[in-house]
């Protein structure tokens, strides 16, 4: 049927553990569900979007997204499957994972265990299940993976003086353009701008422009056959060690090796 379809049957039933395994390309509008998601993305990329900021969850990386969460879902990529388990809440208290929301890079346990569970698609397994227990598994794990967070986290706003600046740094992305560049285009003084990033997005301008990059680059890794090079100049550094290096900063991966993957 498809995940925006079978929104209201994941909370039916508050200790079942709900799977779903879809893909496609699509935009799974602002919701909520009262059980803890864990997604999967293989082939390709997702986004989630909380409040003001897009999280990128790039392929062979999981996330985690606790009860209660209004969020909207992108995957990215028509060849991208998600693979979800939306768990029952009732031991979240066990750990502060369960509580907060992450980006993991997966292990390949984890992703075969995941997707074991494809046998389940968009089926309820019960406590009284025999693979109940296999599920219970999946969840404790989760936690023991919990120190190496991708911190890919791209602000949005809406304010009707920084949408078009970020527009224009979105198509000019292989351009080194600084502050005092962005800042005579749009007709302000450095400090006015800086402070904009600041106030609207809780960024500074080097650090929204570094990070939109590595979006881009993860993008284009993951959907184009472009080569290492060619991306790195495509979003602006002038060589491959600096691309590398930050891209490393980023991912906590070689741009090479995401691909591998």
Known sequence: MGLIALLPEIDEHDDSAFVMHEKSEKLIPLHTHKKGQLGYVEGGIAYITIHSKTY???ARHFF???YGIPHILRIGHLGTVL???YFYTDDDDVAPFYGKLGIYPATELLI?????TERWDEQHVMKSDYYFDFLVSIKKLLPQLDSDALPIILPITTDERLSPVLSFLEENISEQITLHDISNRFYMSE????RMFQTRLQISFLQY???LRMVKAIEMLLKTNKSVTDIAFAVGYDT???FSNTFYTFT???PSDLRKK
Request: cysteine-free; glycine content about 4%; hydrophobic content about 35%.
């Open 56 to 58: 990128v969850v790039p």
């Open 64 to 66: 985690w997204i606790p």
């Open 83 to 85: 693979r979800s388990i």
């Open 112 to 116: 075969q265990m995941i997707n074991h």
């Open 191 to 194: 400090r006015s701008m800086s």
């Open 209 to 211: 422009f570094k990070t």
């Open 240 to 242: 491959i060690g600096s």
């Open 252 to 254: 906590h991966s070689r």
